[in-house]
């Protein structure tokens, strides 16, 4: 059974950077693609950006060009490095499991993301 673990999140200024990784607590280095979502406050969760196990991304326009998302199979981890952030990313950040755009799961407890303008 995987478990996920958030982390990276924390406060930054408009225009900052933040990288978050998302640890496994089992392998995800066979078949699972991965994925990055995020929830605002009274907002549906989004998705932001999918690797896939050979580390083909995709991106969701939103944040095409700047976020990008990259995965280190030996050490389990997923990353998000997001950069010129804006008042708008301000959300918690998810990881999950997907096969394609099917989310798997499961999810992990998410990281906090704040951005002040």
């Known amino acids: 059974q995987v478990q996920l673990v958030e982390s990276g999140g924390g406060l930054v200024q408009t225009g900052g950077s933040l990288r978050l990784s998302c640890a496994a607590s089992?392998?995800?280095?066979?078949?699972?693609?991965m994925g990055w979502y995020r929830q605002a406050p009274g907002k549906q969760r989004e998705f932001l950006a999918r690797i896939t196990n050979g580390s083909i991304p995709t991106y969701a326009a939103s944040v095409k060009g700047r976020f990008t998302i990259s995965r280190d199979n030996a050490k389990n981890t997923v990353y998000l490095q997001m950069n010129s952030l804006k008042p708008e990313d301000t959300a918690v950040y998810y990881c999950?499991?997907?096969?394609?755009?099917?989310?798997?799961?499961?999810w992990g407890q998410g990281t906090q993301v704040t951005v002040s303008s």
């Open positions: 999950t499991r997907t096969i394609g755009t099917i989310v798997v799961g499961p």
């Open positions: 089992g392998s995800i280095s066979s078949t699972n693609d």
